[in-house]
């Protein structure tokens, strides 16, 4: 497995990580000991980066990569995030909480659910717009101080909030959707990166799964399954992102390689500064976005790809209205 380095002074991981979101919840049916032999393959292969959060399950995810964790913390390099408030004990707290108060509740739990006394790589998850970034990213830095995180990060940041941040601690990746149908980070997102030294953390490269072309209808998605309230999976703009997908398809059987492996291929390609993060629940589907790190696209096939799928020509917003509310802009 080839390795990538998180920003300028930061740590070498494996040049692809694995989401691990979907084990737990939000993409239909779950198998927890097949995600434990996801997560065992990933380390064969040569994946040490695992990416979680305390919002998923809610809690259960850091559970189940607390348990892969155990007997061998030190072969992974473990992220987790913080910040978006979800409890079934507490339904009235919803929204985002970067507060000190919070950030340390927080950071507690989740050392305690992944089984380990330092978190790898703390992500506030998405930005409070009512606490200044000042007093999050204080706090997450005596964090550090205190051993109990090594490196800090932001999720779905504005530019001008992650160069903030930065003059409190330094932030050693952004993590961002970004992916052959979601380019928004290119105009100003990623030229910030790179001009403070931060990793990109690219997470779902794939679509959400709609990029390796098993999804033909909306009633390909289980019951329950997240993506059925997704705009991009609805109605008129199902049928016009099937058609793009379509297009990488017939690219991608030209080269002799699958639709996914095409598509994570791209998102390496845009720079040695970005880290894909594509999420599975199953020892197939990894293999196979794992071989992509391997892939030598050529120039030729790289426009083409860009061309395909411009800036913005996705039909659909990424989220529903009252999740985007919550991107930091």
């Not at 071989?291 to 659909?316: I, Q, R, W």
Request: charged share 25%.
């Amino acid at each position: 497995m080839k390795t990538r380095r998180l920003g300028t002074n930061g740590p070498t991981v494996s040049a692809i990580g694995l989401g691990c979101m979907g084990m737990s919840e939000f993409y239909g049916s779950r198998d927890e000991q097949e995600s434990l032999a996801t997560i065992d393959r990933a380390l064969d292969l040569g994946i040490n980066l695992l990416d979680t959060a305390d919002v998923y399950g809610p809690f259960t995810n850091e559970e189940l990569v607390g348990r892969a964790l155990k007997g061998r913390r030190d072969k992974f390099f473990v992220a987790t995030k913080f910040g978006i408030l979800r409890d079934p004990a507490k339904p009235e707290r919803r929204g985002v909480d970067g507060s000190p108060a919070y950030v340390r509740e927080c950071v507690e739990g989740s050392l305690r659910r992944l089984g380990t006394e330092t978190i790898d790589l703390y992500y506030q998850h998405r930005v409070d717009p009512n606490v200044p970034i000042e007093e999050t990213v204080g706090t997450m830095a005596r964090l550090v101080e205190e051993g109990k995180v090594r490196f800090l990060g932001l999720s779905e940041a504005a530019p001008a909030t992650l160069e903030r941040a930065m003059k409190v601690h330094p932030i050693t990746a952004l993590q961002t959707e970004y992916s052959l149908w979601t380019r928004d980070p290119e105009p100003e997102i990623l030229p910030t990166c790179r001009s403070l030294g931060v990793a990109f953390v690219a997470y779902s490269p794939l679509g959400r799964g709609f990029l390796t072309g098993a999804f033909k209808t909306p009633e390909d998605f289980e019951p329950g399954d997240y993506r059925r309230t997704s705009p991009r999976f609805q109605g008129e703009n199902f049928k016009r992102n099937v058609a793009l997908v379509a297009k990488v398809e017939a690219l991608a059987a030209s080269a002799g390689i699958t639709a996914s492996q095409l598509a994570i291929a791209w998102v390496l390609a845009q720079g040695q500064d970005i880290v894909p993060i594509p999420g599975t629940k199953r020892r197939s589907y990894l293999d196979q976005n794992a071989a992509a790190v391997d892939l030598d696209l050529s120039k030729a096939l790289l426009e083409e790809l860009s061309n395909t799928f411009p800036p913005d020509t996705a039909a659909g917003d990424r989220y529903a209205p009252a999740v985007m509310a919550y991107v930091n802009g």
